[in-house]
């Protein structure tokens, strides 16, 4: 039967539809995948490791000797505060030498084991990756330093009891980090140094970091050892850091990546079940009196079903493994379609991609061709003497629930996010179900309103095309269903997509702040803001207090009430604490209501609240300088990580924070042509600390660029996809239409009056379509933005016109190409071949 269905070309067009579902599916996945490990392995260099170990005390030796017994490179920096003086050989005799607050960074062979260190050898020199660190007797500084200090390379910089040379610029340190002290001058030095500088006593506020990197496997086991390790020993303020839990600027950008990524993937395999349940139907239509005949000739229902269901089986085998291949083919083309927008070589990808691939071409095949095989086998023999007797009506709805719920599975294992998947799957299983209430109810009123208004010669076929469509009513909303939600996904990428890319832009702009001050002293904030308003920046002051939390509710706070390593160093620590009367720019309340309306509330990031253990009508104590300061929760507060804005984990009410001491802190956009106003602002307060934070700015968007380019490419690939799996979806109802056409020409239409006659009836089934199909996008789209990216939502009121377009356009296409062999052949062979 499979040979014979073969050679007559009815499995054609269901494989067809089946490879380029799953080619479809896998490219985008194996694409997916090796970006995903591409921009993990590259995001890896903002911690300049796989793993990361971070304390306040030096790390024992066992720590550094299982990675080495693993296989495992192992490297150390040593992070605090210090002053740094400059010793410039042509200074007057008895002048002060001026001092600047560092951030001193000692570094041992091998840093960084991810990534690379960029210097250069003057001032806005060319840029080069660093080999190796520097050499003994040496520093490398920013190039902020050389200005606070009026030094030049080559220059010597007093660090405690010794001096060094000046030997390099840093231009480029990815893992650097957003920390306080990170935000001062780097300096960097070979670790071998640092105990002559005698900088390191009892109290320094020193960061000790082991860094880790190697194999993937090896990595995370020793993650795990490490872990367990710390707690075991209950080693006070250490931490495990990897990807996955520093770095939040990245790992913001990084999820969104994936989440974009993902949903290219959910999208191509709609489209694909839309063309796979069309192909099955317009099969089971054409072995409908083949079935009879079996029937005749004696098999059960059993035996038919098994033919038929082993035939499938071959079918989906060799078309999914023909698909994964033109896949795994087809994102080569896309990798070379990035060209010189993606500059890092990416890895293999992994194996997951064709094994979803090949799993949803079977379950495809087998969950939307399962239920008309059903209603196939229970043709009556009577077929075969009378042709309008069809398939009775069989309840299949456990056969479509069980195939749609496998395959809702298989889109929650391709995205890759519950969220993304679910809300993605549920938007277009409701949006089927609508669209098909929908479709039905504007079917009957646009018959109704035409009907009595279509009269003359003119309008003979759009009668004959009313009529039509009413006649075969559960076809045509069939067909207007599969329709519009092929065009909703397609809409959705094409329309919708570029208003979550320019809100993810928008997100981290390119006008994001760059610079960062702190430790602005009370006195100090007008003058300061007077000279940055002359240079056109207007960015808030904040007022920052640093506080110990002491009491959650009526529970005294303590590192032991916590398992979670993260919660223990966060109330071990002071806290940044804010005040203001207005919600910061880039927050969103999620929970409570800002400030209670009153000015009498504490608002909490909703991140740190979950860590803790904050809820809603908490009352938080802090202990600031041997004062309580205490006010309840009521509000939970969203952050954007990405915004690069200043953030506070908890602001409290202006009127608890009278009279506390406090310091300022801003961050603003500073173009490239003013840098200068930097180097002024050290000058007129020298005890301000200023952060170029632009290295971290320019690693976020050069990710963010390169995931937005793949996904453009990506788009373009799965457009082509779709318009062609709605092609099939459309010729699934090919047979009907000829067999009408021949009626009318038997009748003695003529060519014209049947031309109109489809066109007409294309034209009404794609613009319900494409209304139906916009109106989804927009709901979907609305649903993605809020619920999956954190994105406000802009609605585009050109997706509805284009949509009804699109619809139109995409079904007269679809009737064109099939009304010419109608007209090319007489009335009676048009009737035989149908």
Not at 25 to 35: C, E, H, P, Q
Not at 403 to 418: E, I, M, Y
Request: net charge positive.
């Amino acid at each position: 039967m499979a040979r014979r269905d073969w050679r007559a070309g009815e499995l054609y067009l269901l494989l067809f539809a089946l490879v380029l579902a799953v080619a479809a599916l896998t490219s985008v996945g194996f694409l997916a995948d090796r970006m995903r490990l591409g921009l993990e392995r590259d995001a890896r260099q903002m911690i300049a490791a796989d793993v990361l170990l971070v304390s306040d005390h030096p790390f024992d030796a066992a720590f550094s000797s299982h990675a080495a017994e693993t296989g495992l490179a192992v490297a150390h920096t040593v992070t605090f505060p210090s002053m740094a003086t400059a010793r410039r050989v042509d200074a007057p005799a008895g002048a002060d030498a001026p001092s600047q607050l560092a951030a001193l960074k000692a570094v041992s062979p091998g840093y960084p084991l991810r990534g690379k260190l960029k210097v250069a050898a003057t001032p806005g020199g060319p840029e080069q990756a660093a080999e190796g660190i520097p050499a003994p007797g040496t520093v490398w500084v920013d190039e902020a330093l050389l200005g606070a200090l009026g030094l030049r390379v080559g220059d010597a910089l007093q660090l405690g009891s010794r001096t060094f040379r000046i030997d390099r610029i840093v231009t480029q340190e990815l893992d650097r980090g957003a920390g306080f002290m990170n935000f001062a001058p780097r300096v960097l030095m070979p670790l071998s140094d640092l105990d002559s500088t005698g900088l390191i006593g009892w109290g320094s506020r020193v960061s000790y970091r082991l860094l880790v990197a190697g194999p993937d496997a090896a990595g995370r086991a020793y993650q795990r050892w490490a872990a367990g390790e710390i707690e075991r020993l209950k080693l006070r303020n250490t931490r495990v850091e990897s990807l996955e839990s520093g770095q939040p600027q990245m790992r913001a950008t990084l999820d969104r990546a994936e989440r974009f990524l993902s949903l290219v993937a959910v999208l191509s395999s709609m489209i694909a079940a839309v063309a796979i349940a069309m192909s099955a139907r317009r099969y089971m239509q054409r072995h409908t009196d083949a079935c009879a005949v079996y029937k005749c000739m004696g098999l059960s229902r059993r035996q038919i079903l098994a033919a038929f269901g082993i035939e499938f089986l071959l079918l989906g085998a060799a078309g999914a493994m023909v698909g994964v291949v033109l896949g795994y083919l087809a994102h080569y083309g896309l990798l070379l379609s990035l060209g010189g927008l993606l500059q890092v070589s990416l890895p293999q990808p992994s194996l997951l991609p064709a094994v979803v691939g090949v799993l949803a071409g079977l379950v495809l095949l087998a969950g939307f061709a399962l239920p008309p095989l059903l209603a196939l086998t229970r043709i009556a023999p009577l077929r075969v003497l009378r042709r309008d007797i069809g398939p009775p009506p069989v309840s299949a709805w456990a056969a479509y629930a069980l195939g749609l719920g496998a395959f809702v599975a298989l889109l929650l294992v391709a995205a890759r996010d519950l969220r993304l998947g679910l809300t993605t799957a549920g938007g277009f299983a409701a949006s089927g179900a609508v669209f098909a209430l929908l479709a039905l109810g504007l079917l009957m009123l646009l018959s109704r309103a035409l009907r009595g208004r279509l009269a003359g010669r003119s309008a003979v076929g759009w009668r004959f095309a009313l009529a039509v469509l009413e006649r075969r009513r559960a076809v045509t909303v069939l067909q207007t269903v599969a329709l519009a939600v092929g065009l909703m996904a397609l809409l959705l990428l094409g329309m919708t997509r570029n208003d979550l890319v320019d809100s993810w832009r928008n997100a981290t702009p390119a006008d994001a702040p760059n610079r960062f001050i702190i430790n602005i002293q009370p006195d100090q904030r007008e003058p300061l803001r007077g000279m940055l308003a002359a240079a056109g920046i207007h960015d808030l002051l904040y007022p920052m207090v640093r506080g110990r939390l002491t009491q959650i509710g009526e529970r005294p706070v303590r590192a032991d009430s916590y398992a979670e390593g993260r919660a223990r160093n966060l109330v071990e620590r002071e806290f940044n604490l804010s005040y203001t009367e207005a919600l910061p720019e880039g927050n969103r309340v999620v929970a409570g209501h800002w400030l209670n309306g009153s000015g009498a509330g504490a608002s909490v990031e909703e991140g740190i609240a979950k860590t803790l253990g904050i809820r809603l009508g908490d009352t938080l104590r802090f202990d600031v300088a041997g004062q309580t300061v205490q006010a309840p929760v009521t509000s939970l507060r969203k952050l954007d990580w990405g915004s690069m804005r200043v953030n506070f984990f908890v602001i409290l009410p202006p009127a608890a924070m009278q009279g506390l001491p406090e310091t300022y802190i801003t961050a603003f956009h500073l173009p490239t042509a003013s840098a200068a106003l930097g180097n002024r602002l050290i000058a007129a307060f020298p005890n301000i600390t200023m952060v170029n934070t632009d290295l971290i700015l320019r690693q976020i968007q050069a990710v963010l660029d390169q995931v937005i380019a793949a996904v453009e490419f990506l788009f373009v690939f799965t457009l082509a996809a779709g318009v062609t799996v709605l092609y099939a979806a459309l010729s699934g109802a090919r047979d009907e239409r000829m067999r009408d056409a021949g009626l009318l020409k038997a009748l003695g239409a003529s060519a014209a009056q049947v031309r109109q006659t489809q066109y007409a009836e294309f034209l009404v089934v794609g613009g319900l379509a494409g209304l139906l199909a916009s109106l989804g996008a927009i709901a979907v789209g609305w649903g993605l933005s809020q619920h999956v990216f954190d994105f406000p939502y802009r609605f585009n009121p050109w997706i509805v016109p284009i949509g009804v377009v699109s619809g139109m356009l995409c079904a007269f296409a679809g009737g064109w190409l099939g009304l010419r062999d109608v007209l090319r052949q007489p009335a009676l062979a048009t009737l035989r071949d149908a």
